[in-house]
């Protein structure tokens, strides 16, 4: 045992990091976490691809636009930001909650807000990630995007991509880790399938055509599809998912339990 | 509305270990809890370094250390990785190297946080509170898990800290840890806080209590069965805690050992063992707050 430590003579006592650091960082190191999970990264980048090249090579897609790729891009990029910010995220924090990280790290100067923050932050990192594979995957295979409607695209994706965080973070916060993954999962699944996602709602059964536009999922499925083979913003979609951003965020924020 | 934890009242000084000591369920850690933010406390009041924990930011948060009683790491994270993490929301924070090396946790830096044991969770934990420099930390049963070479490490460690000047802060449920660690132990019971002072003080005021000088226990091992009314002052409680194990609890006298030994003598008894002791600390908590299991 050494016995006395080279800062003996420090005084006690350190002030915190600034916050833009501290969020950063906690971005960061989220996201570097997400990133190693073997589980995380096949449900965020290999089932989309998978999807992707599904759909081009069926005929499911045919005859709802200029080509098979362009139609099922923007469901696909919809399908990342459901991937990640909702069943991933979702995930992550609700484990994260049972194991008394939050708690511990809403001790340190990071705090609640800062933890919140720094989850968004690595939303927002993974799905960039997942915007640049599936580029580099769709553009070979003949992706080409409404020029006008790239950077509305992008930023309903953002859009989408809170109203998921929140719905994540309010399952995460509600529910035990292990429903969260039920909960999330089997939601990735059916929404994927039949949320007017990937597949738009025309291309759906009677009874789904009926609910999918109020749905995160199909509006922002829809909303991208506008953006990204038009170039035109679909408002009714945005009004949706802002809804759905306001509602669950506000029931997160509500009813979260850190412990 | 719940009440568990109402008539806690307690002050912790610098340069102090201060111990809640109580059963398990007693509200050790509700009450540490509301102090470092966690849980929002219904009524009463709690000031750290001067301000309210339920309204305080990031540099009260700074000057703060904390150890959950769960840890709080997350099970994926490698060690060192994961203090360098907490380390970066300091300004000024303790190198992470040198609180490496001092809790010895360079020995188990390649494994991930589910594979370590109770104890290296522990170090670890302690690491993370204490990475900040904290001026008040805070200590949820600190020794659960650790081995005794562990436990030697994390208790100089402590003593050290509090000799610093910083503010220490422990719940437990172990009389040994606060006779080791404590310059000032309350006793909670039940959301209260049935009895303060030092260690020493707290065994002197069962004494006066008992309005006697000596309370000593005799334990002594020997053939079962045996009848010592008589042999003792009546006030002397004696009892067979199991076949062939005595104690005699009470205020003994030197004349009182002699004549327990001429008893043997008389009877050609020769006990297996024999012990005097004085009262400890667990004595008196068991006193204080009853014997029932909870």
């Given at each position: 045992?050494?016995?006395?430590?080279?800062?003996?003579?420090?005084?006690?006592?350190?002030?915190?990091?600034?916050?833009l650091?501290?969020?950063?960082l906690?971005?960061?190191?989220e996201?570097?976490?997400?990133i190693?999970?073997?589980?995380?990264?096949?449900?965020?980048?290999?089932?989309?691809?998978?999807?992707?090249?599904?759909?081009?090579?069926?005929?499911?897609?045919?005859?709802?636009?200029?080509?098979?790729?362009?139609?099922?891009?923007?469901?696909?990029?919809?399908?990342?930001?459901?991937?990640?910010?909702?069943?991933?995220?979702?995930?992550?924090?609700?484990?994260?909650r049972?194991?008394?990280?939050?708690?511990?790290?809403?001790?340190?100067?990071?705090?609640?807000?800062?933890?919140?923050?720094?989850?968004?932050?690595?939303?927002?990192?993974?799905?960039?990630?997942?915007?640049?594979?599936?580029?580099?995957?769709?553009?070979?295979?003949?992706?080409?995007?409404?020029?006008?409607?790239?950077?509305?695209?992008?930023?309903?994706?953002?859009?989408?991509a809170?109203?998921?965080?929140?719905?994540?973070?309010?399952?995460?916060?509600?529910?035990?880790?292990?429903?969260?993954?039920?909960?999330?999962?089997?939601?990735?699944?059916?929404?994927?399938?039949?949320?007017?996602?990937?597949?738009?709602?025309?291309?759906?059964?009677?009874?789904?055509?009926?609910?999918?536009?109020?749905?995160?999922?199909?509006?922002?499925?829809?909303?991208?599809?506008?953006?990204?083979?038009?170039?035109?913003?679909?408002?009714?979609?945005?009004?949706?998912?802002?809804?759905?951003?306001?509602?669950?965020?506000?029931?997160?924020?509500?009813?979260?339990k850190?412990? | 509305?719940?009440?568990?934890?109402?008539?806690?009242?307690?002050?912790?000084?610098?340069?102090?270990?201060?111990?809640?000591?109580?059963?398990?369920?007693?509200?050790?850690?509700?009450?540490?809890?509301?102090?470092?933010?966690?849980?929002?406390?219904?009524?009463?009041?709690?000031?750290?370094?001067?301000?309210?924990?339920?309204?305080?930011?990031?540099?009260?948060?700074?000057?703060?250390?904390?150890?959950?009683?769960?840890?709080?790491?997350?099970?994926?994270?490698?060690?060192?990785?994961?203090?360098?993490?907490?380390?970066?929301?300091?300004?000024?924070?303790?190198?992470?190297?040198?609180?490496?090396?001092?809790?010895?946790?360079?020995?188990?830096?390649?494994?991930?946080?589910?594979?370590?044991?109770?104890?290296?969770?522990?170090?670890?934990?302690?690491a993370?509170?204490?990475?900040?420099?904290?001026?008040?930390?805070f200590?949820?049963?600190?020794?659960?898990?650790?081995?005794?070479?562990?436990?030697?490490?994390?208790?100089?460690?402590?003593?050290?800290?509090?000799?610093?000047?910083?503010?220490?802060?422990?719940?437990?449920?172990?009389?040994?840890?606060?006779?080791r660690?404590?310059?000032?132990?309350?006793?909670?019971?039940?959301?209260?806080?049935?009895?303060?002072?030092?260690?020493?003080?707290?065994?002197?005021?069962?004494?006066?209590?008992?309005?006697?000088?000596?309370?000593?226990?005799?334990?002594?091992?020997?053939?079962?069965?045996?009848?010592?009314?008589?042999?003792?002052?009546?006030?002397?409680?004696?009892?067979?805690?199991?076949?062939?194990?005595?104690?005699?609890?009470?205020?003994?006298?030197p004349?009182?050992?002699?004549?327990?030994?001429?008893?043997?003598?008389?009877?050609?008894?020769?006990?297996?063992?024999?012990?005097?002791?004085?009262?400890?600390?667990?004595?008196?908590?068991?006193?204080?707050?009853?014997?029932?299991?909870?």
């Amino acid at each position: 045992m050494s016995s006395v430590p080279a800062t003996a003579g420090t005084p006690l006592g350190s002030g915190p990091a600034p916050l833009l650091r501290r969020i950063l960082l906690q971005g960061k190191y989220e996201t570097v976490t997400m990133i190693r999970n073997g589980e995380q990264l096949i449900l965020a980048i290999i089932l989309p691809l998978l999807a992707l090249v599904g759909l081009t090579v069926t005929p499911l897609l045919d005859g709802l636009g200029s080509s098979r790729v362009n139609i099922a891009v923007p469901g696909i990029l919809a399908l990342c930001a459901m991937s990640t910010a909702f069943t991933g995220q979702g995930i992550a924090t609700g484990f994260d909650r049972r194991y008394g990280v939050l708690r511990f790290l809403s001790t340190t100067p990071l705090g609640r807000a800062g933890l919140i923050l720094g989850k968004v932050l690595a939303v927002l990192a993974v799905l960039l990630l997942q915007v640049l594979v599936v580029s580099a995957v769709a553009l070979p295979l003949g992706w080409r995007p409404s020029v006008p409607g790239l950077l509305p695209g992008f930023l309903l994706l953002v859009l989408g991509a809170a109203a998921f965080t929140a719905l994540g973070l309010l399952v995460a916060g509600t529910v035990r880790p292990e429903a969260t993954l039920a909960i999330t999962n089997l939601l990735w699944i059916l929404l994927g399938a039949l949320g007017g996602i990937v597949i738009p709602a025309e291309r759906l059964p009677a009874l789904a055509q009926a609910i999918v536009h109020f749905l995160p999922s199909g509006a922002l499925g829809q909303a991208l599809r506008d953006a990204f083979l038009h170039g035109s913003v679909n408002l009714a979609a945005v009004f949706v998912l802002l809804l759905w951003t306001a509602i669950a965020g506000a029931a997160a924020t509500r009813w979260f339990k850190w412990n | 509305m719940l009440r568990v934890v109402s008539g806690v009242s307690l002050v912790a000084e610098r340069g102090q270990v201060t111990a809640l000591l109580g059963a398990n369920g007693a509200g050790k850690t509700t009450t540490i809890e509301c102090a470092q933010g966690l849980q929002k406390r219904t009524g009463g009041s709690i000031i750290l370094l001067g301000q309210d924990p339920d309204t305080a930011g990031a540099a009260l948060r700074a000057r703060v250390g904390v150890m959950l009683q769960d840890g709080g790491l997350p099970p994926s994270a490698r060690p060192i990785p994961l203090l360098r993490h907490i380390a970066g929301m300091y300004q000024d924070p303790w190198p992470v190297d040198e609180l490496v090396a001092r809790l010895g946790i360079d020995a188990f830096s390649r494994t991930s946080v589910r594979r370590l044991s109770g104890g290296q969770k522990q170090r670890l934990a302690l690491a993370a509170a204490l990475v900040g420099r904290p001026e008040v930390l805070f200590l949820d049963e600190p020794s659960a898990g650790l081995d005794p070479q562990s436990r030697q490490l994390v208790f100089e460690l402590i003593a050290e800290l509090r000799d610093r000047g910083m503010a220490i802060i422990l719940t437990t449920h172990l009389m040994d840890d606060a006779q080791r660690l404590a310059d000032y132990v309350y006793i909670i019971d039940a959301g209260r806080n049935v009895a303060e002072g030092t260690v020493a003080q707290l065994l002197r005021h069962e004494l006066a209590a008992a309005g006697a000088q000596h309370i000593r226990t005799l334990h002594f091992e020997a053939e079962p069965g045996l009848d010592l009314a008589g042999v003792l002052p009546a006030d002397v409680e004696i009892r067979e805690t199991r076949a062939g194990s005595y104690s005699a609890t009470g205020a003994l006298t030197p004349a009182d050992l002699a004549a327990v030994t001429a008893w043997w003598a008389d009877r050609g008894i020769m006990p297996a063992s024999m012990s005097l002791a004085a009262r400890s600390l667990e004595d008196v908590f068991l006193d204080i707050s009853g014997r029932e299991i909870r």
